[in-house]
């Protein structure tokens, strides 16, 4: 399949940035286009003609993942420690995994703010610092260099759990060009990503609302009023609060009505029930219809075990873990068929803020 470089097709790039980290010649550099989304250009005076950026794509990777399942074991699960769970978007699945890890002396890889609520990806040693990677995220995260940090540290013998989107999962892969045995991958039931361009401006435009208050803490998912019911929770250094139930807030009205994600992500090969990651999470939703003994408001996660790797450190943290098995038909939910269906206001929305910015945008938004 032909690739962003040859056809500056944008819903051929997932923004994965393995071309980018790939390159030995340093010749590509991500740029944000007129939507707030990072994409590759080749610095033309350094390339070589290599074609290792077009071959990395994960669009074109012939990796052959052996290790994994025909059929993946598929659970409902939920984290035994309650205030684990209760910080967790859904079932706290995330944190026994990564727990397991560094117990071995591993590195963990995840999605976090940054000091200026930038979402990015980074490195976590300890379980304090992991306890950053906790909790949804929605708008692309930014994965700067650490494919290349991941093989460093495979390189010298050490477990490594990498944490991110399918298509992030899939970039890592091919970059490697192999797995190993001392990876473990878990990705997430993804409806997309939104443009990190439009959060930074809606944070600008909240804030200003708020009297441009020192944030504190971002949650995408806050479980103040039980699971289920999502929740956009901003809090200040002073104290107050911005709480907004999802359509009454407007990064979960673009997120939730289709209207700002990734132009990959409403093509994406990767929203599929075969997976690309060793495991699965994500939130089951449709639980109080199928196992309504186990529906509350405190979260429960889907859990699939993918490859050989996934059943062997399955059996190793379950002891953490309340889990009962399910069927595929059970669990299915949107994005594990296709993917996100494209909102037909998007045009429209990213006309209007690549002219006029977010808050004429606005007006677009309050039409979904």
């Given at each position: 399949m032909?690739t962003?470089f040859?056809t500056?097709?944008k819903?051929?790039c997932?923004g994965c940035?393995a071309c980018e980290q ?7 550099d991500m ?13 033309q005076?350094?390339?070589?003609k290599?074609s290792?950026?077009?071959n990395v794509?994960?669009?074109?990777s ?6 994994f ?6 659970y409902?699960t ?6 684990t769970?209760?910080?967790s978007?859904s079932g706290g ?6 727990d397991?890890?560094?117990e ?5 890889f995840?999605a976090v703010?940054?000091?200026a ?8 040693k ?8 906790r ?5 692309q995260s930014d994965s700067?260099?650490?494919y290349k ?9 050490k ?9 992030q ?5 091919s970059?490697?060009g192999?797995?190993?045995e001392?990876l473990f991958t ?5 409806h997309?990503?939104m443009?990190?361009?439009v959060?930074?401006?809606y ?9 441009n ?6 949650k995408?998912?806050s479980?103040v009023?039980?699971w ?5 929770h901003?809090e ?5 609060k911005?709480?907004r139930?999802e ?8 997120f939730?009505k289709?209207?700002?994600?990734r132009?990959?992500?409403?093509d994406?090969?990767?929203s599929?029930?075969k997976r ?9 939703w449709g639980v109080?219809?199928?196992k309504?003994h186990l529906y ?5 996660s889907?859990?699939?075990?993918n ?5 062997e450190i399955?059996e190793?943290?379950?002891?953490k873990m309340e889990?009962?098995?399910?069927k595929?038909?059970e669990?299915?939910?949107p ?5 996100t269906?494209?909102?037909a206001?998007r045009e429209?929305?990213?006309e209007?803020?690549?002219?006029d910015g977010?808050e004429?945008?606005?007006?677009v938004?309050?039409?979904?």
């Open positions: 032909e962003y040859s500056n097709y819903p051929s997932y940035k790939i390159c030995l010649k340093d010749c590509i740029q944000f286009d007129e939507e707030g989304f990072e994409y590759p250009e080749i610095k005076e350094k390339c070589v290599c290792m950026c077009e794509c994960p669009i074109n012939t990796y052959i993942k052996e290790d399942l025909e059929e993946a074991d598929i409902a939920t984290n035994k420690d309650e205030e769970r209760s910080k978007s699945m995330f944190t026994i995994y990564s397991y890890i560094l071995q002396g591993g590195v963990v995840g703010f940054d000091d609520f930038k979402i990015i990806h980074k490195e976590a300890t379980k304090e610092a992991a306890e950053e990677f909790g949804s995220k929605y708008a700067r260099e650490i940090d991941i093989k460093k540290y495979l390189s010298i013998g477990k490594v759990l990498f944490s991110g989107t399918p298509c999962v899939a970039g890592l892969y970059y490697l192999k797995d190993h001392n878990i990705d997430l039931i993804c997309g990503v443009s990190p361009g959060f930074k401006d944070l600008s435009y909240v804030n200003k609302k708020n009297d208050y020192d944030i504190k803490e971002i995408f998912r479980k009023y039980g289920g019911n999502c929740f956009m901003i200040y250094k002073n104290g107050q911005y709480i139930r359509l009454e807030d407007l990064c979960f009205r673009a939730s289709n209207i700002a994600q132009p990959a992500c409403y994406c090969r990767f599929k029930s690309e990651a060793d495991i699965t999470i994500g939130d089951y109080e219809k199928h309504p509350d408001l405190r979260g429960v889907l859990l699939f075990n490859s050989r790797k996934a059943q399955f190793k943290v379950k002891d889990d009962e098995k399910c595929l038909e669990v299915l939910q994005n594990l068929i296709g993917p269906k494209k909102n206001l429209e929305f990213f209007v803020y690549g002219n977010f004429k945008a606005i007006e938004l309050n039409k979904c």
